[in-house]
């Protein structure tokens, strides 16, 4: 009998808690939660305050995962980040965001880094300041140069 492979936990710190509860009181990680639900995700809650929606339906956004407060989704399983930890670190940088943005503001600047990134390099991420923060790489994000250089 096989075993699924489990998420890994990541250790709380004092900035972790201080996190989960600006994320709570700013509504995102409710807002998550919602988001999860109604596209049919399994949700678990695992370490530093973040919850895991896995076998999201729904094809908005087109990531395969994204985090809506401290609520990541992903249209796969619990093992892709068992097999892939630094996807799971890339997308609980962006619950911090989150936490640092004062929640719903991070909607529409998230946004407008997404239109900054395409008009710069023909995609949502390269120039996006969020997913630059949340380190491209760790993201599965390969960095191309501006369009302007191609």
């Known amino acids: 009998m096989t075993t699924t492979p489990k998420v890994p936990l990541l250790p709380h710190t004092p900035w972790t808690r201080v996190r989960t509860v600006l994320n709570w009181v700013n509504l995102t990680t409710p807002l998550g ?3 999860a639900k109604v596209g049919g995700a399994d949700v678990r809650r695992r370490g530093r305050g973040t919850y ?3 076998a999201y339906r729904w094809g908005f ?3 395969s995962a994204f985090t809506v407060g401290s609520v990541i989704v992903s249209r796969h399983g619990e093992e892709r980040f068992a097999r892939r930890p630094l ?3 890339h997308e609980d940088r962006h619950c911090t965001q989150y936490a640092w943005c004062l929640g719903p503001v991070m909607l ?3 946004v407008a880094g997404v239109g900054a990134s395409y008009v710069v390099a023909g ?3 390269s120039y996006n300041p969020f997913e630059r ?4 790489s760790d993201g599965d994000y390969r960095r191309n ?3 302007w250089r191609r």
């Open 33 to 35: 939660l919602l988001v």
């Open 52 to 54: 895991v929606a896995t």
């Open 61 to 63: 956004p087109a990531a």
């Open 87 to 89: 996807l799971l670190q």
């Open 108 to 110: 529409p600047l998230y």
């Open 123 to 125: 995609d949502h991420w």
């Open 133 to 136: 923060l949340a380190v491209l």
């Open 145 to 147: 140069p501006p369009r």
